[in-house]
């Protein structure tokens, strides 16, 4: 699999990190990451617990500040975000309808014609609170939709969602890159859907350790006995064209205890 390809020219790339690093006080989360997205393409990013993915779509979002590097954004980009999670609190009634017309008001057919698109029509009186977790993440998409984006970032859209539901919310990802041709940059764990809904897929791990095109790696032997054992059989997955060196490139998780040299007291 390719490393660190040549970066392309800022005039082809909707967002792009140069030598972008993301610290939370004494952890560097993210460093000297070269990162960038063209119209239309979907990114799909890999990575272990603790291996930076959310640290990354933080600082495309702007919500958190690079320690050092730069994000660049193409001047009037429109960004949609759909969240791993959103806490709704139980006794704060609140209707699909009204979500939806936050921050921004929205006329009730515009809402009706996005919760159409999306899938889950008719929901406009329902509250938040009500929804199953699949019609939830499909109201968030349509609350990332109505902003027109040109780029839509989906982190872990679909955790908690069975297998069905979470390949048709794929499936609509894609029919939403086909109608609008915005980008999409995806944090999943689901190797299935690295493997058949990514234009290309960026291995995580603190830095950039690998990126390249999903079709790369569907013919090794270790696809088989990998597919759908998680985060770990993602990384595996990356490991067995791993060919060039390169410091912290281990895939070793980093939320777990460094391996302690032989010689260790
Ligand atoms: N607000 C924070 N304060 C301190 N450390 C943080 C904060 N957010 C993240 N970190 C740390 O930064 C590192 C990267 O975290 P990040 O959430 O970006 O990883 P991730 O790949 O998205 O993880 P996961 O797969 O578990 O969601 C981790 O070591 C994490 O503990």
Redesign the pocket.
């Known amino acids: 699999m390719p490393c660190l390809p040549g970066q392309r020219s800022m005039s082809q790339v909707l967002i792009a990190t140069r030598g972008l690093g993301v610290r939370?006080?004494a952890?560097n989360?993210l460093e000297k990451v070269d990162f960038e997205i063209e119209p239309g393409e979907i990114v799909t990013v890999v990575?272990p617990?603790?291996?930076?993915?959310?640290?990354l779509v933080r600082a495309l979002l702007g919500v958190v500040r690079p320690a050092a590097g730069q994000v660049i954004r193409r001047p009037g980009l429109r960004v949609g975000y759909v969240p791993q999670k959103l806490a709704v609190d139980e006794r704060m009634p609140l209707t699909v309808k009204r979500f939806l017309s936050l921050p921004e008001r929205r006329g009730a057919s515009e809402i009706a014609q996005m919760l159409m698109r999306v899938g889950v029509a008719g929901l406009e009186r329902r509250q938040l609170t009500a929804l199953s977790g699949g019609q939830f993440q499909r109201v968030l998409l349509a609350r990332a939709l109505l902003a027109d984006p040109h780029l839509l970032i989906l982190d872990e859209a679909t955790q908690g969602l069975d297998q069905p539901g979470t390949a048709a919310f794929y499936e609509l990802i894609e029919q939403v890159r086909r109608e609008t041709g915005a980008a999409i940059l995806m944090v999943s764990h689901d190797l299935h859907v690295v493997m058949s809904a990514s234009d290309r897929v960026i291995c995580l791990n603190g830095h950039v350790c690998c990126q390249g095109q999903p079709h790369v790696v569907t013919a090794a032997p270790e696809y088989r006995a990998l597919f759908g054992l998680g985060t770990h059989g993602t990384m595996a997955l990356y490991q067995h064209r791993h060919d060039h060196a390169h410091d912290r490139c281990n895939h070793e998780r980093?939320?777990e205890p460094a391996k302690e040299p032989a010689d260790a007291g």
Do not use: Q
Request: hydrophobic share 15%; net charge positive; aromatic share 8%.
């Open positions: 939370y006080g952890v989360a990575g617990n603790g291996s930076g993915k959310s640290s980093r939320d």
